[in-house]
Antibody, heavy 127, light 113 residues
Framework: EVQLVQSGAEVKKPGESLKISCQGS????????IAWVRQMPGKGLEWMGI????????RYSPSFEGQVTISADKSTSTAYLQWRSLKASDTGMYYC????????????????????WGQGTLVTVSS | DVVMTQSPDSLAVSLGERATINCKSSQSLLYTSNNKNYLAWYQQKPGQPPKVLTYWASTRESGVPDRFSGSGSGTDFTLTISSLQAEDVAVYYC?????????FGQGTKLEIK
């Protein structure tokens, strides 16, 4: 079974650092894009960025570039989302989600609708 | 960024009736080389992560009931639930995966009337 399992909920103070994780299983981790998506309390989905674990090619939404760091360790099939200095406005649910690989014959193409999703990691930043 | 605008923001439909949700993109999502629209629909129930319903605008994900259907091309797309069931109460999102950043619509909350 293909699944993404995220690390547990975190409660932090403003200014603290944090790194949350997303471990993939049931598939070849390095060859599928992994995205991070934020959902603030009671709000919609915001695409933060995406990483290709095979070569760590990373793309960020302009809204999140410089605010977070996305990384991956293909040896442990784990993607990460990291903050150096949290703010109260970082409070929310963070999901990782896997892109899709479509193969025909010997050719494969990556497409970034997302399935499956991790269960989410709730990050609360409060003094 | 490509802006995805859904309408309405919320919708109340009677059980067994049709529900229609619209999604408009600020740029065309049709890639002419493969004639595919890079648009997906998701369903998110309370306390759960989103689940993909359709991709390529109209291809239903395996296991999704056939009462869910996607349509549209270019900049205008629709998700239709042909006969609303109680378990369809959720928030629905469209997402474009043509241009980075891969943006979502603001969501449509579907309730039972």
């Amino acid at each position: 079974e293909v699944q993404l399992v995220q690390s547990g909920a975190e409660v932090k103070k403003p200014g603290e650092s944090l790194k949350i994780s997303c471990q993939g299983s049931g598939y070849r981790f390095s060859t599928y894009w992994i995205a991070w998506v934020r959902q603030m309390p009671g709000k919609g989905l915001e695409w933060m960025g995406i990483i290709y674990p095979a070569d760590s090619d990373t793309r960020y939404s302009p809204s999140f570039e410089g605010q977070v760091t996305i990384s991956a360790d293909k040896s442990t099939s784990t993607a990460y989302l990291q903050w150096r200095s949290l703010k109260a406005s970082d409070t929310g649910m963070y999901y990782c989600a896997r892109g899709v690989l479509s193969c025909s014959g010997n050719e494969c193409y990556s497409y970034n609708w997302f399935d499956p999703w991790g269960q989410g990691t709730l990050v609360t930043v409060s003094s | 960024d490509v802006v995805m605008t859904q309408s309405p923001d919320s919708l109340a439909v009677s059980l067994g009736e049709r529900a229609t949700i619209n999604c408009k993109s600020s740029q065309s999502l049709l890639y002419t080389s493969n004639n595919k629209n890079y648009l997906a629909w998701y369903q998110q129930k309370p306390g759960q992560p989103p689940k993909v319903l359709t991709y390529w605008a109209s291809t239903r994900e395996s296991g999704v009931p056939d009462r869910f259907s996607g349509s549209g091309s270019g900049t205008d797309f629709t998700l239709t639930i042909s006969s609303l069931q109680a378990e369809d109460v959720a928030v629905y999102y469209c997402q474009q995966y043509y241009f980075t950043p891969y943006t979502f619509g603001q969501g449509t909350k579907l309730e039972i009337k």
